[in-house]
């Protein structure tokens, strides 16, 4: 529940916003008098249940347990509604437009009028220029109420980050930094400017032409498209939907149907997967290497997109990834031998799950502190995240939920005496998100009814002073990545063949 209280008169105690209701979530933010509420609460008497979709609310702050808030904002048929952060002068949303993160603000205040709905486009909303649609958007220290300026940092996988300042009263922006990267050819980045890029269509006119010309002509992002291609594209899953798969690769390394490929994913909790600039890349991908990044159904996208690969459709998000794995294959990005997969905790459950299923389709695999006994965690409540996970999976002491679990939880389901790839499974003694014997259970299993012959090549590794992220501090992370990139050379090799 969300609940108010009123600074100047804290002993009139808390105002509750709204009774709760499974699903409905709230978001609050108050300005000048006014509540400005991000909910995907029914909009009509006539919808029983929540559709996922986020819509904007406004209202006095004296009728705040109001029943039905009648100012309501809605987003474009191609947008959804994802946060909200709020300013003096202006309202910045965090939106999904088609498929695609971005920002927009609008000034406040909000006029309604005699109308009490509005789309998001009747407010005039500026719409921050961006380098590409592949970026990712993270917003910086914006403590300050006062200030128009909104500071964010861009990245992408080709891009290393970025700080910019958008103007919001003016509607300019501008480069504060970029990270510098060494060791890579000066003829092969790129200075951008960007009305040139892909997500011109996202730009609105601007008032002041001149003024703004001149603005994007000075401001450039620097990016590394001319030695990397970084595409995304859309993959048919089973039922046929469309998910999205980002593939990156060197321009100069990369050999069609030859090279080796790791394939990424996570699809739980509504969480995107990062796919923001990471140097360690650098090294996997000069020796010819395809990185993939399957946006899977349980993760982060549109509204619906979580719903439809969480609790009793989990399976999508599993059919999801081996059906971007196949894409990879058969479009000739990566050998057929010679793809590997790679999941972080959760995402440790997709793979695990992906290779029982179809353990021909991948190499090797790597599973860092992996969900990977679902079913006893689930019905454990002593543990810490079990009673959280009912929403995300299911409660098996429900039976139908139970058989879903059941039919995918990766150590119910090695299949015996088949041929299994390479794994190097990871684990922490001080994990409190996931047991350290999940992955002990796990592979001591998969070594006693796996062919006996792969089942060597199943590597557990147990880090006894680090938790669920392992240990902190720059080497640390080094010496990690290094050893998991060392195991994938040695199971897959590199473009020539090399081990």
Known sequence: MVYVIDATNPLDGLQRVHERVSGVQYFLEHHYGVFYILTNAPLSESEDRPDGNYYLAQCQVEDIQSSDWQNIILPSEDMSFQDMDIFNGHLVLFVNKKSFPALCSVNLPIKFNSVNQLEIENLDPWFFPLPSSQCNIVPGSNHDFMNPVYRVVLSSPVMPGVVVDYNMSERIFSIVQQEKVRDIPGDCGSCSLAYELDTSEHLDPLND???????IELQRWKDFSGAYCCKTKEVISHDGVRVPLTILYSRKAWQRGQSPGLLEGYG??????????????????????????????????????????????????????????????????????????????????????????????????????????????????????????????????????FESILSYSPYDNIPRDACLPSMLVTASFHDSRVGVWEAAKWVARTRDIACSHCSRSVILKTNMTGGHFGEGGCYSQCEETAYDYAFLMKTIGNVNGNK
């Open 209 to 215: 032409k001149d003024k703004n010309n001149l603005n």
């Open 268 to 401: 739980a909790y509504g969480e995107v997967l990062d796919k923001s600039w990471c140097s360690d890349r650098l090294s996997l991908l000069d020796r010819g290497w395809v990185l993939a990044f399957a946006d899977v159904r349980g993760g982060g996208g549109h509204s619906l997109w979580h719903k439809y690969g969480s609790g009793l459709n989990k399976c999508n998000s599993i059919y999801d990834f081996t059906s971007c794995g196949n894409y990879l294959v058969s479009e000739g990005y990566v050998h057929r031998d010679r793809l590997g997969a790679i999941g972080f905790s959760a995402g440790g459950l997709l793979v695990g799950a992906a290779i029982n299923m179809n353990p021909n389709l991948f190499r090797a695999a790597i599973l860092k502190v992996p969900f990977l006994d679902a079913c006893n965690t689930l019905l454990d409540p002593s543990l810490p995240l079990t009673l959280l996970d009912y929403e995300e999976f299911g409660n098996p002491q429900i039976q139908s939920q």
